[in-house]
């Protein structure tokens, strides 16, 4: 809404270990806590929207996975 919760999402470039891709998605931000409550208060339809999109996440997120994954070259 102002910007401050979108701020808040950060990630890691993957960067390869060994054998092994490490990377990561994250929510650090302190304003998040703060405004969670409220905003949960406020939209109480929220909760709903999750528990409906909840049971597609799965999907996506392998829908999504693969893309990135193809996109780097695949999996050697």
Do not use: C, H, Q
């Not at 390869?16 to 990561?24: E, Q, S």
């Not at 409220?38 to 999907?59: C, D, G, I, N, Q």
Request: aromatic residues 10%; charged residues 20%.
């Amino acid at each position: 809404m102002t910007g401050v919760l979108y701020a808040g999402v950060g990630a890691k470039k993957p960067t390869l270990i060994g054998n092994t891709w490490i990377g990561g998605v994250g929510i650090g931000a302190a304003p998040n806590n703060v405004k969670k409550r409220p905003l949960e208060a406020k939209f109480p339809y929220f909760r709903s929207a999750v528990e409906k999109v909840e049971p597609t996440m799965l999907a996506n997120y392998e829908k999504g996975w693969n893309k990135a994954v193809d996109r780097m070259g695949g999996i050697i």
